[in-house]
C-alpha cells in the first residue's frame, strides 16, 4: 500500500468517526478541491466547514470506499456515501463518486472529486455558496 493509500484510509477513516481533528491533520492547510471540475474548496479550513455541514444534514453520514488504486504520490479512489437526513423532509443520501488525490510530505493536498448527486451539491453550497468557482 502506496503512502498516498494509506493517508486516504485514514482520512476517510476519520471522517467516518466524525473526527474532525484527526482529518484535519491529514489534510494540507492550503488544500485544494475540485469538483466535477470546478473549483469547490480552498483550504483544509473549507473541508472542515463542507464535512460539518455534511454531518448537521446527515448525521450518521459514512463514506464505504469501494476500490483504491495508487501509484506514487496519487491514489484513485471508488467510494460511496451515504446518510439518513436529520430533515423529516429530507432526501438519503447514496451517491456512488470517484477521488482522485495527490499526497505530499503525509497530507493531501489536492483532489479532485467525480459524482453525480445533487445532495452533497447543496452541502457544498451551503459553505462556500452556489456561485463560487
Same mark, same amino acid.
Given at each position: 500500500?502506496?503512502?498516498?493509500?494509506?493517508?486516504?484510509?485514514?482520512?476517510? $477513516?476519520?471522517?467516518?468517526?466524525?473526527?474532525?481533528?484527526? #482529518?484535519?491533520?491529514?489534510?494540507?492547510?492550503?488544500?485544494?478541491?475540485?469538483?466535477? @471540475?470546478?473549483? #469547490?474548496?480552498?483550504?483544509?479550513?473549507?473541508?472542515?466547514?463542507?464535512?460539518?455541514?455534511?454531518?448537521?444534514?446527515?448525521?450518521?453520514?459514512?463514506?464505504?470506499?469501494?476500490?483504491?488504486?495508487?501509484? @506514487?504520490?496519487?491514489? =484513485?479512489?471508488?467510494?460511496?456515501?451515504?446518510?439518513?437526513?436529520?430533515? #423529516?423532509?429530507?432526501?438519503?443520501? $447514496? =451517491?456512488?463518486?470517484?477521488?482522485? =488525490?495527490?499526497?505530499?510530505?503525509?497530507?493531501?493536498?489536492?483532489?479532485?472529486?467525480?459524482?453525480?448527486?445533487?445532495?452533497?451539491?447543496?452541502?457544498? $453550497?451551503?459553505?462556500?455558496?452556489?456561485?463560487?468557482?
Amino acid at each position: 500500500m502506496t503512502d498516498a493509500e494509506k493517508i486516504f484510509r485514514a482520512y476517510n $477513516d476519520a471522517e467516518n468517526a466524525h473526527a474532525p481533528d484527526t #482529518a484535519a491533520q491529514l489534510l494540507a492547510p492550503d488544500l485544494d478541491v475540485q469538483v466535477n @471540475g470546478r473549483q #469547490a474548496l480552498a483550504s483544509a479550513e473549507d473541508d472542515r466547514a463542507a464535512n460539518d455541514e455534511l454531518l448537521r444534514r446527515y448525521p450518521d453520514y459514512r463514506r464505504e470506499i469501494v476500490d483504491v488504486v495508487a501509484n @506514487g504520490e496519487r491514489a =484513485v479512489a471508488r467510494w460511496r456515501m451515504r446518510g439518513t437526513p436529520s430533515a #423529516a423532509d429530507g432526501e438519503p443520501l $447514496d =451517491v456512488h463518486g470517484c477521488s482522485v =488525490v495527490t499526497v505530499r510530505d503525509g497530507r493531501i493536498t489536492q483532489a479532485f472529486l467525480y459524482y453525480d448527486g445533487g445532495a452533497l451539491a447543496a452541502v457544498l $453550497d451551503a459553505v462556500t455558496g452556489p456561485d463560487a468557482d
